[in-house]
Antibody, heavy 121, light 110 residues
Framework: EVQLLESGGGLVQPGGSLRLSCAASTFTFSSYAMSWVRQAPGKGLEWVSAISGSGGSTYYADSVKGRFTISRDNSKNTLYLQMSSLRAEDTAIYYC??????????????WGQGTLVTVSS | QSALTQPASVSGSPGQSITISCTGTSSDVGGYNYVSWYQQHPGKAPKLMIYDVSNRPSGVSDRFSGSKSGNTASLTISGLQAEDEADYYCSSYTSSSTEVFGTGTKVTVL
């Protein structure tokens, strides 16, 4: 069964940085586009970023462009999200999700359990 | 990119059918056959229910079906069951090469 395990969440001050990781297993990682989706407490889902299977193409929501960087290490089957200049409105559960298409995440097939990021002083 | 518009809540009795709408624009829902639907129970991760407008992943009940007309996509749940009570979100690819989710719909089984 597909497994996606996020880590790296926690409490960070406004303006600070954090790196999230998503360890994947039981599927051919490099053949899948990967995404980050977040959900603020009590709110709906918000797409954050996506990356192609090769890592050569990246995509971002306007709300995080210039502050977040998505990357992947296909040799380690791991997806990353480097977050900087964090704001209170970035507080959310961050989910990673996979898509069985290598070039773009047109939908989100399997999801991890999420990791909570809290931005507060 | 503005969120797609969904009704805040929909309810139905067991055995009934309900339909959730998801309205966007020609730059997202209306422009591509890349609409998907997700079910989320409280405290759980979302689960894919429909992709590419009307395709069901393996393991998803055939009581769930999807369709699209113009800028509005729809998810229909037939033979409503207690376990279907959850939040439902649509999502669409956009002309900006991004994804956008809907506002979410709470389904209540009466």
């Amino acid at each position: 069964e597909v497994q996606l395990l996020e880590s790296g969440g926690g409490l960070v001050q406004p303006g600070g940085s954090l790196r999230l990781s998503c360890a994947a297993s039981t599927f051919t990682f490099s053949s899948y586009a990967m995404s980050w989706v977040r959900q603020a407490p009590g709110k709906g889902l918000e797409w954050v970023s996506a990356i192609s299977g090769s890592g050569g193409s990246t995509y971002y929501a306007d709300s995080v462009k210039g502050r977040f960087t998505i990357s992947r290490d296909n040799s380690k089957n791991t997806l990353y999200l480097q977050m900087s200049s964090l704001r209170a409105e970035d507080t959310a559960i961050y989910y990673c999700a996979n898509t069985p298409i290598p070039y773009f995440a047109y939908y989100f097939d399997y999801w991890g359990q999420g990791t909570l990021v809290t931005v507060s002083s | 990119q503005s969120a797609l518009t969904q009704p805040a809540s929909v309810s139905g009795s067991p055995g009934q059918s309900i339909t959730i709408s998801c309205t966007g624009t020609s730059s997202d829902v209306g422009g591509y056959n890349y609409v998907s639907w997700y079910q989320q129970h409280p405290g759980k991760a979302p689960k894919l229910m429909i992709y590419d407008v009307s395709n069901r992943p393996s393991g998803v009940s055939d009581r769930f079906s999807g369709s699209k007309s113009g800028n509005t996509a729809s998810l229909t749940i037939s033979g409503l069951q207690a376990e279907d009570e959850a939040d439902y979100y649509c999502s669409s690819y956009t002309s900006s090469s991004t994804e956008v989710f809907g506002t979410g719909t709470k389904v209540t089984v009466l």
